[in-house]
């Protein structure tokens, strides 16, 4: 030990320092979002009163009176995820078995291509896709007014979830073990149902996982629900304009000011508790299956 | 054999395997759709002037050089911000942590950077750097805020990729007198490379198709700016996909919002291109 030069000692010591700052910037990170978000969030809530805040029906902030109630748009932002859930989880897991356990090699790596694809289209794109194709065959086929309204933007989100869904849950089914399959089959049942009754249960955390991303990520998603549901805080209505919690922050934030600006804050700081709930629902989702 | 199995298990059978070949087969063509119609709408409309050129309201032109250059520079800056911050967060919870406690929580805090969603990123973007740290609205927020928003994806596949590396290697290294940080330097890094370039891949692919977190901290200026103008604070510049939104949402300009499109799809395509690429190397070396 003495060999080694002082100097030598001294830089590792050092690197073990820059190493452990570099591993605890995660920390910090996630403490100055929550912070910051609160610190901006909280007095908004403090002047509307949280009652009034998070169960007000009307939203009216640029009113000559007005009125903070962000209800229309958690409800939209719950809504609009069942919905893009309801559709997109049977398509995706449907499509995740079949890529697991029916198709043929092949098949199965171009349509993983296909769906990674679909995972890396920005979200702008799928955005302006929806207002250019859904908004005007939504308004057509119901025969409304308008087709930008909640039912767009379940669809938009559908099909944005796909890819997280589809990839998740493919790798969960693909690691339930042989012998669960094996055992099915010499015991005379078809190949499908064994997939759907021995399979699909037994990977049933990992299909669950699938789902609460899926979620997160349509809670999450701003542009593409921007440029499709319509943007007006109504009470959700299928076929109504309507706004989520993502797209509240997004459309005001730039001309707002005062309360306004500080609810616009709030309603992030609802936003970011909601995918907290989630994140920790997924954590002990995993932790279970370990 | 078949005969064995009642009618209704046949027909549920098939149901059931028609439905998934039906799903499959949407997907497929959903996104076969996607790109065909994107392609047919903005391939006609890509020409060298919007390329080249930047808006010019004298000539009522449309050019989309500054989104390019401004996407470049964000890409750039991003990953010099992250890439070393991100190895060595790897690193550290490879090779030196001890505390298993410690580790969890940092895993943990990973995870929850990870599903953030960006309009958050955007917000707490603007609070931070642009309000706080008076960097205005622009390029360096911006590409701040994304370095936070990219840094799990960094941390993650390095650390994928420290995992493959043989303990003997390290052992090897520090049995023949090597300090720590030396054998890091010159043998754990290097066999780490392809995972941190995936790593860099997908970083990037996040930065492209990025628009809510930018919004509010690169905010929407199309004016071109150069090298040193882009480090710069205060100097605010829109990517390819913001400017893509304020085309089609702002001003009705389907017409260059469905060409950049299409140059965003390829975009999409060649960095998924490379992120396979580049796992299918990292997959050999681990056979």
Redesign the interface.
Known sequence: MEK?KKT??W??RA??L??????????L??V??TI??LI?GIPAIRDIGLGDFLFGKVWASTSAKPSYGILPFILASVYGTLGAILIGV???L??A???AK??PKKVSSA?R??????A??????Y???G???IVPCVREIFHLPDGANLFSAILVLA?MI?PSI?SVSETAIGAVPKEYEEASLAL?A?K??TV?KVVVPAAKSGIVTAVVLGI?RA?????AV??VAGNVANMPKLFGSVRFL?TA??SE??YSSGLQRQAL?SI?LV??LF??A??LI??VVIKKKV | MTDTISKARKIKDTILKLMMVLSAGLICSLLLGLIGYILYRGIPHISWMLVSTKPSLLRGTVGILPNILNTLYIIIITLVIVLPLGVGAAIYLNEYAKNKKLVRVIELATETLAGIPSIIYGLVGMLLFVQFFSLGTSLMAGSLTLAIMTLPTIIRTTQESLKTVPKAYREGSLGLGAGKWYMIRTVVIPCVIDGIVTGCILSVGRVVGESAALLFTAGMANELLSVPEAVQAGNAGSTLTVAMYVYAKERGQFDVAFAVAAILLVLTFLINMSAKIAAVRLKQKRG
């Open positions: 080694i030598a000692r830089m590792e690197m073990n820059l190493f452990l700052v570099c591993g605890l910037l995660t920390i990170f996630v100055l979002i910051f978000l901006s049977p398509i995706g449907l499509c078995i079949f890529l029916m198709s349509v291509n296909v769906v990674d694809l679909l890396g289209i920005p979200s702008v794109v955005g302006l896709v207002m250019i194709i099909v796909l589809i005379g078809t499908t149902e759907f997160g809670v999450g998603e701003a542009m921007m440029m993502t922050v997004a934030m730039s804050f992030a936003l970011f995918i907290m989630i994140n997924l954590n």
